[in-house]
């Protein structure tokens, strides 16, 4: 079945350094892949989407690269600041846009 | 941005009764509108899928007459949770798909709504 894992631990980072997170996935071969940020209560909010077809795609401090043939998608947010600090949610979809999220990675940025 | 609200964002219902959830895009048209669960510390979990005029696709191991979804119009769908308990208390949230952008699969969520079934 399909899987996707993200960085399963909380990743604490000091402000102005880069966090990069890390989402790999199993038996699934997606024609996109999204990043969300998600806060405490609230819904996922849309950051980036890349096709399959792209290595990579940038959106002011954020970066995301992904690898079809290692199956693994990075994201980076550059100059990390506290305001960064929520939770990343990687998701595979589909042509007819079902997505499948990972668990996603609690970022903690300290000033 | 597109904006999708959802009513209410939170409810608490007695065991037994059923719950209406509203998922709402207020500045676009969408084509579909899926509905996800999604429990404490865990990830979202799709339920359904829905498009406008035609019924629900539920996923595996969801149960489709005890979650209603009706999607009557290209900017409203509904999921009624029907004789609710404990075990569906839970955060629900909607996204839609806008039309047109071709090959654009961007979502946009709703905010959630907090059901807590005593």
């Known amino acids: 079945s399909q899987k996707i894992e993200q960085n399963s631990e909380a990743l604490n980072i000091q402000e102005g350094k880069t966090a990069t997170l890390t989402c790999n996935y199993t038996?699934?071969?997606?024609?996109?892949l999204q990043w969300y940020r998600q806060d405490p209560g609230r819904g996922p909010v849309f950051l980036l989407l890349?096709?399959?077809?792209?290595k990579e795609k940038r959106k002011e401090r954020l970066k995301v690269t992904f690898d079809t043939t290692l199956k693994q998608s990075l994201f980076h947010i550059t100059a990390s600041q506290p305001a960064d600090s929520a939770t990343y949610l990687c998701a595979l979809g589909d042509q007819g846009g079902k997505l499948i999220f990972g668990q996603g990675t609690e970022l903690s940025v300290k000033p | 941005g597109a904006v999708v609200s959802q009513h209410p964002s939170w409810v608490i219902c007695k065991s037994g009764t059923s719950v209406k959830i509203e998922c709402r895009s207020l500045?676009?048209?969408?084509?579909?509108m899926f509905w996800y669960r999604q429990f404490p510390k865990q990830s979202l979990m799709l339920m359904a899928t829905s498009n406008e005029g035609s019924k629900a696709t539920y996923e595996q191991g969801v149960e489709k007459d005890k979650f209603l979804i009706n999607h009557a119009s290209l900017t409203l769908s509904t999921l009624t949770v029907t004789s609710a308990h404990p075990e569906d208390s839970s955060f629900y949230i909607c996204?839609?798909?806008?039309?047109?952008?071709?090959?654009?699969?961007?979502?946009?969520f709703g905010p959630g709504t907090r059901l807590t079934v005593t």
């Open positions: 890349i096709r399959e077809n792209e």
């Open positions: 996204s839609a798909m806008e039309i047109g952008t071709s090959g654009s699969y961007e979502q946009y």
């Open positions: 500045d676009f048209q969408a084509t579909t």
């Open positions: 038996n699934y071969s997606p024609a996109y």
